[in-house]
C-alpha cells in the first residue's frame, strides 16, 4: 500500500505581496523529517522518499504526496466553511438594528447622529468583489481581521487574507516522470473542497526540483469598489528519492522465514514471501 506524505505550504501573503515573491515568505513542512528530509520550515524543503524494491529489482511500494497550503497571520483554516459568510450576516443584522434604533429617536436632541452613523458603518464593514480571474469563492464576502471581526477601513492593512491556492506543480520532477500531479475534488472543507497529489515514482534514486505555481490575492481600490485581485507567483521545492530492499520488520533482513524458538517437540517456522534462511 502507497503511503500518504503531506507537504505543509505555509504562506505570509501580507510579505509575499508587498515583495511580490515568495522567496523567503514561504515556509514548508513535511511529516519525513525521520526520514531523511531537509530543510523543515525553510523555503528550502527538500522532501525525502523512500523507496523500496523486492528481492527481484522491481519496486515494492510507490508513495503519494498531498500538498496543504495555508496563510501564516490569517483567520484559521479549521474555523466553519460558512465562518465568513454566517459573520457577514450577523453584522448587517446588527447594523440594521442600530439603525432602527437611530430611527426612533428622532427627537432626542442629546444624540450624535453623526457618532451613530460612524457606528453603524463600523459594523456594517467592508464587502470586497472578486474578478474573473479569481479562483475560489471570495465575491460578496466581507473584510475580517483574524479575530473575525468586521473591518471597516481597508487601507489600515489589519485584516485577514483569502489563503494561498496552488494552481499547478510543474518542473523537472515532472517532466522526468518521477511525479505525477494532479488536483482532486474532495469533501475535505479545510481545502475548499480540492487539494493537490502525486504520486511518486520511488524506483529511481536521485533528487529532482518542481514548482508550484501558487495564487495569492491582493486587495485593491478601483474607484468606489474594492476588489481581491489574483496574483500568481512560484514556489520551488525538491524530492530526493532513496531506495533500499524490502525488509522484514522483524528481523531487519529481507524477506522470508521468521526464526521460532525451538522446544523439546522439534522446531518450526513461519512461512514468508521468500527464501531465507532461519535457525532454530
Same mark, same amino acid.
Request: proline fraction near 5%.
Given at each position: 500500500?502507497?503511503? *500518504? %506524505?503531506a507537504i505543509?505550504?505555509?504562506?505570509?501573503?501580507?510579505?509575499?505581496?508587498?515583495?511580490?515573491?515568495?522567496q @523567503?515568505?514561504?515556509?514548508?513542512?513535511?511529516?519525513?523529517?525521520?526520514?531523511?528530509?531537509?530543510?523543515?520550515?525553510?523555503?528550502?524543503?527538500?522532501?525525502?522518499?523512500?523507496?523500496?524494491?523486492?528481492?527481484?529489482?522491481?519496486?515494492a511500494?510507490?508513495?503519494?504526496?498531498?500538498?496543504?497550503?495555508?496563510?501564516?497571520?490569517?483567520?484559521?483554516?479549521?474555523?466553519?466553511?460558512?465562518?465568513?459568510? @454566517?459573520?457577514?450576516? *450577523?453584522?448587517?443584522?446588527?447594523? %440594521?438594528?442600530?439603525?432602527?434604533?437611530?430611527?426612533?429617536?428622532?427627537?432626542?436632541?442629546?444624540a450624535?447622529?453623526?457618532?451613530?452613523?460612524?457606528?453603524i458603518?463600523k459594523?456594517?464593514?467592508?464587502?470586497?468583489?472578486?474578478?474573473?480571474?479569481?479562483?475560489?469563492?471570495?465575491?460578496?464576502?466581507?473584510?475580517l481581521?483574524?479575530?473575525?471581526?468586521?473591518v471597516?477601513?481597508a487601507?489600515?492593512?489589519?485584516?485577514?487574507? /483569502?489563503? /494561498?491556492?496552488?494552481? @499547478?506543480?510543474?518542473?523537472?520532477?515532472? @517532466?522526468?516522470?518521477?511525479?505525477y500531479?494532479?488536483?482532486?475534488?474532495? /469533501?475535505?472543507?479545510?481545502?475548499?473542497?480540492?487539494y493537490?497529489?502525486?504520486?511518486?515514482?520511488?524506483?529511481?534514486?536521485?533528487?529532482?526540483?518542481?514548482?508550484?505555481?501558487?495564487?495569492?490575492?491582493?486587495?485593491?481600490?478601483?474607484?468606489?469598489?474594492?476588489?481581491?485581485?489574483?496574483?500568481?507567483?512560484t514556489?520551488?521545492?525538491?524530492?530526493k528519492?532513496?531506495?533500499?530492499?524490502?525488509?522484514?520488520?522483524?528481523?531487519?533482513?529481507? %524477506?522470508?522465514?521468521? /526464526?521460532?524458538?525451538?522446544?523439546?517437540?522439534?522446531?518450526?517456522?513461519? *512461512?514468508?514471501?521468500?527464501?531465507?534462511?532461519a535457525?532454530?
Amino acid at each position: 500500500m502507497a503511503q *500518504q %506524505l503531506a507537504i505543509i505550504v505555509l504562506v505570509d501573503i501580507g510579505n509575499a505581496l508587498k515583495a511580490n515573491s515568495l522567496q @523567503d515568505n514561504t515556509y514548508l513542512f513535511d511529516n519525513m523529517k525521520l526520514h531523511g528530509s531537509e530543510g523543515q520550515g525553510t523555503g528550502d524543503l527538500v522532501t525525502s522518499i523512500h523507496g523500496a524494491y523486492w528481492r527481484d529489482g522491481s519496486q515494492a511500494t510507490e508513495q503519494v504526496l498531498n500538498w496543504l497550503p495555508y496563510s501564516l497571520g490569517s483567520i484559521p483554516p479549521t474555523v466553519p466553511r460558512g465562518y465568513e459568510a @454566517d459573520r457577514a450576516r *450577523q453584522s448587517d443584522s446588527q447594523a %440594521l438594528a442600530e439603525l432602527d434604533a437611530l430611527t426612533a429617536k428622532p427627537g432626542d436632541t442629546g444624540a450624535d447622529p453623526a457618532a451613530d452613523l460612524k457606528k453603524i458603518r463600523k459594523a456594517v464593514g467592508t464587502r470586497v468583489k472578486t474578478t474573473r480571474r479569481t479562483k475560489g469563492r471570495l465575491s460578496g464576502q466581507k473584510l475580517l481581521d483574524v479575530t473575525g471581526e468586521v473591518v471597516t477601513d481597508a487601507t489600515a492593512g489589519a485584516f485577514s487574507y /483569502p489563503g /494561498p491556492v496552488i494552481t @499547478d506543480i510543474y518542473g523537472q520532477a515532472v @517532466d522526468e516522470k518521477i511525479m505525477y500531479p494532479a488536483e482532486y475534488g474532495s /469533501p475535505d472543507l479545510v481545502t475548499d473542497g480540492w487539494y493537490w497529489s502525486a504520486t511518486v515514482d520511488s524506483s529511481r534514486p536521485g533528487t529532482y526540483a518542481y514548482t508550484m505555481r501558487i495564487q495569492l490575492h491582493k486587495l485593491v481600490q478601483r474607484g468606489s469598489e474594492t476588489l481581491w485581485e489574483p496574483v500568481n507567483m512560484t514556489c520551488e521545492s525538491k524530492l530526493k528519492v532513496t531506495t533500499e530492499p524490502k525488509r522484514n520488520g522483524f528481523t531487519g533482513a529481507g %524477506l522470508g522465514q521468521l /526464526p521460532i524458538e525451538s522446544s523439546s517437540r522439534g522446531s518450526g517456522f513461519a *512461512q514468508g514471501s521468500g527464501p531465507q534462511e532461519a535457525t532454530a
